[in-house]
């Protein structure tokens, strides 16, 4: 089972910033934080991962919380090719396999 | 470009056939996985390989599936006497070692009628 929970849904203005909220409650100390999104009918595309520290890519950012027990990833100036579905995902760092859950399906509208 | 590539993008079939797929990880990735999606899931661990050993198999594997990296670089899914139920997305992946990044490749979509 998947060890994530994400709102099923969520709708961003184009423009504005999207954030998309995680819990990972029962998180183990060396499991990292994953963030995937896939648009329709393509493979997910990685988007940015974290183990304790907020990190920063081209893409967006991703902001942890001390306790680690929640993460929000953040599409700071989302555009309508940013709907898809989000997948946050914890994994171990020695089987390396990703548990995926149901994911959150943005909508960015004009 | 040098991403994962994945051979057949869609394969029809009918029951009861036999289905053979192919991925090509990243150059250099060690590790390569296999994932299934259904429509409205998100995609599921099938197995994965380090180099040419095959390390780990989901109980979703079942005896009609079987997979194989033989030389360590690109890696085949077969499925055996196909069933309706195997309809579904195959993903692959691969990374550079356990706790980095997989990268997915474009799947291979397989309707079996």
């Known amino acids: 089972d998947a060890k994530t929970t994400q709102p099923p849904s969520m709708d961003c203005a184009e423009g504005r910033a999207a954030n998309l909220p995680c819990n990972h409650s029962?998180?183990?100390?060396?499991?990292?934080v994953y963030w995937y999104r896939q648009i329709h009918s393509q493979g997910p595309q990685y988007i940015i991962h974290?183990?304790?520290n907020n990190e920063t890519n081209e893409m967006a950012s991703l902001i942890i919380t001390e306790d680690r027990k929640s993460s929000t990833l953040i599409l700071p100036h989302a555009t309508l090719r940013d709907t898809a579905v989000y997948y946050c995902?914890?994994?171990?760092?020695?089987?390396?396999?990703?548990?995926f859950g149901q994911g959150t399906t943005l909508q960015v509208k004009p | 470009d040098t991403g994962v590539s994945q051979d057949p993008r869609h394969k029809i079939t009918k029951r009861g056939q036999n289905v053979t797929f192919r991925c090509d990880p990243i150059s250099e990735h060690n590790r390569l996985y296999w994932y299934r999606q259904t429509l409205g899931q998100g995609p599921e661990f099938l197995t994965y390989?380090?180099?040419?050993?095959?390390?780990?198999k989901s109980r979703l594997l079942s005896d009609r599936f079987s997979a194989e990296r033989p030389k360590g670089s690109f890696s085949t899914l077969e499925i055996q006497r196909t069933e309706q139920g195997d309809s579904a997305m195959y993903l692959c992946a691969s990374s550079s070692w356990g706790a980095d990044t997989q990268y997915f490749g474009p799947g291979t979509r397989l309707t079996v009628l």
């Open positions: 995902i914890v994994s171990a760092s020695n089987t390396g396999k990703l548990i």
């Open positions: 029962t998180i183990s100390g060396n499991e990292y």
């Open positions: 974290g183990l304790k």
């Open positions: 390989f380090q180099n040419e050993a095959q390390l780990e």
